[in-house]
Nanobody, 124 residues
Framework: QVQLVESGGGLVQAGGSLRLSCAAS????????MGWFRQAPGKEREFLVC????????VYADSVKGRFTISRDKAMNTVYLQMNSLKSEDTAVYYC?????????????????WGRGTQVTVSS
């Protein structure tokens, strides 16, 4: 089991930036993909991006491609989500999650470990 703790959320004006962090602990991560999701009020949880812990390959949802960037620091066991050019529609709770890299890791059902989330609010 992997334990995940998100941080870095907050209130930001439209057009601004935030960097979210996800600190991971527990089992080894070499066979995992780490993903970021978000859930806005009244909406389903949405896949944003994932990264293969070992090789670093990434997959982005079209909704955030070009604005959001995922990265990981193996020494710190931390995954980051750099969010630029934020819009009011980016307001949501953002979650970090872990998925076995043998899966596509594009759906929340494939993720076995989740953080508690961090709130991001973008004011217009």
């Amino acid at each position: 089991q992997v334990q995940l703790v998100e941080s870095g959320g907050g209130l930001v004006q439209a057009g601004g930036s935030l960097r979210l962090s996800c600190a991971a602990s527990g089992r080894t991560f070499s066979n995992l993909r780490m993903g970021w999701f978000r859930q806005a009020p009244g909406k389903e949880r949405e896949f944003l991006v994932c990264i293969r812990w070992g090789g670093g390959s990434t997959v982005y949802a079209d909704s955030v491609k070009g604005r959001f960037t995922i990265s990981r620091d193996k020494a710190m066991n931390t995954v980051y989500l750099q969010m630029n050019s934020l819009k009011s529609e980016d307001t949501a709770v953002y979650y970090c999650a872990a998925c076995d890299s043998g899966s596509t890791c594009l759906r929340q059902q494939e993720y076995s470990s989740w953080g508690r989330g961090t709130q991001v609010t973008v004011s217009s």
